[in-house]
């Protein structure tokens, strides 16, 4: 079958689950897109830009699109031209952390309400996410001075789903290189942004510092805006450590870092599935995330009480052991490599297509005229 997928918000995550869909697929899937930028106007005006880019909608079994298009506006362009149509939500509005001094515009939590209740199948990237929403939701509406409608959450509710998005490795473990006698690598590979809260971060590796503890920095990760001023007070600070500083454009030479890494650190406030902490731990880092947030779903259980940390203290006291003996965990490391093969796209794309092709079955406007 053929599918279109609408993609305004070409990067980060959402570029790796468009790609990795399009690359894996048993069906053609045609990929429009726009680069990850302004995700507010991509949000309230892409529709209006790309249902003249796309063309003709009556050669699709389906359409695809993800949570930073209104796809109310859309299919209204469109008309009974519009296949039937899937929105895959990395993210929302309505429980997304506010940046400091920021206030919450609600135009975006209503796109994403008439986005889902457009759409004929929703899928949330983790339970996790899921469950936050239709929990924020019913307050959402009530903000509402009167006449709130209520109704909405059952509608968007019984047409929702859970899907892990896939990753891309191998499901079978790869070989890391050999043991080096340089200090233990600590691999940051997260977006540059306040909601993954860096300052907690540089904070922890300060107190390993002080307590005498030697370490290597990667800071990896993608930047939108202008570097925040966390990473650039310690890349002065850190200076000695920092063995590499920036986005890594090429693939192999990102999976070339986490091999060597021998901790991957997450300090998030906002993280709905976490596919930054599955690639790491896939290659062999292990990982110190907080006990909240998706971490909880996407780690095995048997490692919650060694790898979730509750509180920066916490995080302080795991950090320092991981980085006084590395190689005590070797058994875990190479356990939870393994276990990170659930989410590689070899193993999920077959739940992929078969969402599309019962997307595909249902009933549309134009096939009923």
Not at 310 to 319: F, I, M, R
């Amino acid at each position: 079958m053929r599918f279109l997928f609408i993609e305004p918000f070409f990067g980060g995550s959402h570029k790796e689950f468009a790609e990795g869909l399009v690359a894996h697929s048993g069906h053609r899937i045609d990929l429009v897109t726009l680069p990850a930028r302004f995700w507010k106007w991509r949000m309230r005006g892409a529709a209006l830009f790309l249902i003249q880019k796309v063309g003709p909608l009556d050669g699709y079994d389906g359409l695809i699109t993800t949570d930073l298009m209104s796809l109310s506006d859309f299919k209204m362009l469109s008309g009974p031209a519009c296949p039937p149509t899937l929105v895959y939500f990395h993210e929302n509005q309505l429980t997304y952390p506010l940046s400091p001094g920021e206030q919450r515009d609600v135009q975006f939590g209503f796109t994403d309400i008439t986005t889902a209740l457009a759409a004929d199948r929703i899928l949330f990237n983790s339970q996790t996410h899921f469950d936050a929403f239709f929990a924020a939701l019913p307050g959402f509406l009530r903000m509402m001075p009167e006449y709130h409608p209520l109704w909405v959450v059952s509608a968007i509710e019984k047409k929702a789903g859970v899907l892990h998005p896939g990753c891309r490795f191998s499901p079978d473990p790869l070989e890391r290189p050999a043991h080096s006698n340089q200090p233990p690598l600590v691999i940051w590979n997260h977006r540059w942004e306040y909601d993954k809260n860096p300052q907690a971060f540089f904070a922890a590796l300060d107190a390993a510092n002080q307590n005498g503890i030697d370490f290597r920095l990667a800071l990896l990760g993608e930047n939108f805006q202008a570097v925040p001023k966390p990473f650039l007070a310690a890349k002065k600070r850190l200076a000695s450590k920092i063995v590499c500083y920036g986005y890594e454009p090429s693939r192999q030479r990102y999976l070339d870092w986490l091999r060597q890494g021998a901790v991957m650190v997450s300090t998030a406030e906002q993280e709905n599935f976490g596919i930054a902490a599955v690639e790491a731990m896939r290659f062999g880092c292990l990982p110190l995330l907080p006990n909240r947030l998706s971490y909880p779903e996407i780690l095995p259980s048997a490692f919650h009480r060694d790898f979730l940390y509750d509180g920066q203290d916490d995080l302080v006291e795991k950090l320092c052991a991981l980085l006084t003996d590395p190689s005590a965990r070797e058994k875990s490391r190479q356990t939870l490599a393994r276990a990170m093969g659930k989410f590689s796209w070899p193993a999920l794309i077959d739940a992929y297509d078969r969402e599309l092709a019962a997307l595909a079955g249902m009933p549309t406007a134009l096939k009923n005229r």
